[in-house]
């Protein structure tokens, strides 16, 4: 399962991701195309960073993570009276785990559909936004956008991370699998507690599928909804060759 085994140090690996401007960015599109939206369901929720920022905008956030480590994780920055009672997270699925159908928006960050690796789990997911959306409710979701991962083409990398107590060097190994539209990353992980220096390694595979945005209108069509926008994350333009990640907007018919 992806990021389980190095959940605990999930927020330092990731300590210069900006969750507020995304989350932002995320409010931008709520207004502009479901500006009545009080309910949101979030797939891939993660340690709930979102979802608390979209809460305390007035927003009532109900997550699903498939990773217990990762909920535990946003449980435990969170001190006594400081949790907002606006969000909640549940241990399940985004395929299938089933909360309610009276959402009015479902959001799903961080490629969390480019974790679906085949067109049925692809279409699984929006089945399952689908259903637990009211009649014209509208699903807000980034991707890998394949034109662009295979004309950059992923690269190794190498990001180092430090704090008072760990330093963690993380080594991302890409396999390509073209005729699949898939890249394997390898990821090699060490973790170095300073007091101690005592060192770990973690390995973690993560599978991860890039789509054409008509693929993503062929998925809407198959499961009720219908497209209403796509644009190059966080930006607004319009995707090219050079445009990574993706967010579209679906409808439901």
């Given at each position: 399962m992806p990021f389980e085994k190095y959940a605990?140090?999930?927020?330092?690996?990731?300590?210069?991701?900006?969750?507020?401007?995304?989350?932002?960015?995320?409010?931008?599109?709520?207004?502009?195309?479901?500006?009545?939206?009080?309910?949101?369901?979030?797939?891939?929720?993660?340690?709930?960073?979102?979802?608390r920022i979209l809460a305390d905008e007035g927003f009532e956030v109900s997550g699903i993570e498939k990773s217990q480590?990762?909920?535990?994780?946003?449980?435990?920055?969170?001190?006594?009276?400081?949790?907002?009672?606006k969000f909640s997270c549940t241990q399940g699925d985004c395929t299938t785990s089933f909360l309610g159908d009276d959402f009015?928006?479902?959001?799903?960050l961080f490629h969390?559909?480019?974790y679906q690796t085949s067109s049925e789990e692809a279409t699984a997911m929006l089945k399952n936004a689908h259903r637990q959306l009211r009649p014209g409710g509208v699903f807000i979701f980034d991707y890998w956008y394949a034109p662009a991962v295979w004309e950059i083409g992923p690269t190794l990398r190498v990001k180092r991370f430090k704090n008072q107590q760990l330093a963690i060097t993380r080594i991302a190994e890409p396999e390509c699998l073209r005729e699949q539209n898939i890249v394997k990353v390898n990821y090699q992980t060490f973790v170095s507690e300073l007091k101690t220096n005592n060192i770990?390694?973690?390995?973690?595979?993560?599978?991860?599928?890039?789509?054409?945005t008509e693929e993503i209108v062929e998925f809407a069509n198959q499961t009720g909804f219908t497209q209403l926008h796509s644009e190059e994350w966080m930006t607004s333009h319009t995707p090219s060759k050079d445009t990574w990640g993706v967010c579209t907007v679906l409808q439901k018919n």
């Open positions: 605990k140090y999930y927020d330092l690996l990731y300590q210069d991701k900006d969750y507020r401007a995304e989350a932002g960015y995320i409010i931008s599109l709520i207004r502009k195309y479901n500006p009545e939206t009080k309910k949101i369901l979030e797939f891939g929720a993660g340690s709930g960073m979102h979802g480590n990762m909920i535990d994780l946003g449980l435990s920055s969170i001190q006594g009276n400081d949790q907002n009672r009015d928006t479902v959001i799903s969390v559909l480019s770990s390694e973690i390995k973690e595979t993560h599978e991860m599928r890039s789509f054409e």
